[in-house]
Antibody
């Protein structure tokens, strides 16, 4: 059974940093692109970033470029999102998802809430 | 404001057929496939339709998708109360070099 479990969310002050993790199981992690998608409270979905199987290609939404870094450790079956210079507008539930083709996200985690507030 | 445009709401009575539209441009829907997601209240999104009109295993054939030019549509026939959810379209955007979602459509079953 495919499982994706996010962790690392919490309350952080504006300008602060946070690292999200996503533990994958039930499939060959190293064979798939992976993505992060976020959802601000009461708002719609926003694609954040994705990463190729070997980490050689990464893409980001403009609003996080230069602040967020997506990475993966295939030996640990884990996906990460390093978030720096956090802003109030980054407050959201962050989902990791398996990406079987461009924005074709067939499995999702339960999400982890990031709150940026002083 | 989302790159892909969806109506904010839609509604229907049980048994009816409803459609949800998704409008984009040549850099996204016009040149890439469209996917649809269903998000039930308080849960993570679920892939409903991929590659414009394909259903993942387990998705009832009441759900169907189509694409024409720079627009796409999701149709739900035989509407059921459990279909009450938010629906999102998504596609890759070649100009932005990233994924884009529609703003979402809240479906109410009356």
């Amino acid at each position: 059974e495919v499982q994706l479990v996010e962790s690392g969310g919490g309350l952080v002050q504006p300008g602060g940093s946070l690292r999200l993790s996503c533990a994958a199981s039930g499939f060959t992690f190293s064979s798939y692109w992976m993505s992060w998608v976020r959802q601000a409270p009461g708002k719609g979905l926003e694609w954040v970033a994705n990463i190729k199987q070997d980490g050689s290609e990464k893409y980001y939404v403009d609003s996080v470029k230069g602040r967020f870094t997506i990475s993966r450790d295939n030996a640990k079956n884990s996906l990460y999102l390093q978030m720096n210079s956090l802003r109030a507008e980054d407050t959201a539930v962050y989902y990791c998802a398996r990406d079987i083709s461009v924005v074709t996200l067939d499995y999702w985690g339960q999400g982890t809430l990031v709150t940026v507030s002083s | 404001q989302s790159v892909l445009t969806q109506p904010p709401s839609a509604s229907g009575t049980p048994g009816q057929r409803v459609t949800i539209s998704c409008s984009g441009s040549s850099s996204n829907i016009g040149s890439n496939t469209v996917n649809w997601y269903q998000q039930l209240p308080g849960t993570a999104p679920k892939l409903l339709i991929y590659s414009n009109n394909q259903r993942p295993s387990g998705v009832p054939d009441r759900f169907s998708g189509s694409k024409s030019g720079t627009s796409a549509s999701l149709a739900i026939s035989g509407l059921q109360s459990e279909d009450e959810a938010d629906y999102y379209c998504a596609a890759w955007d070649d100009s932005l070099n990233g994924g884009v979602f529609g703003g979402g459509t809240k479906l109410t079953v009356l």
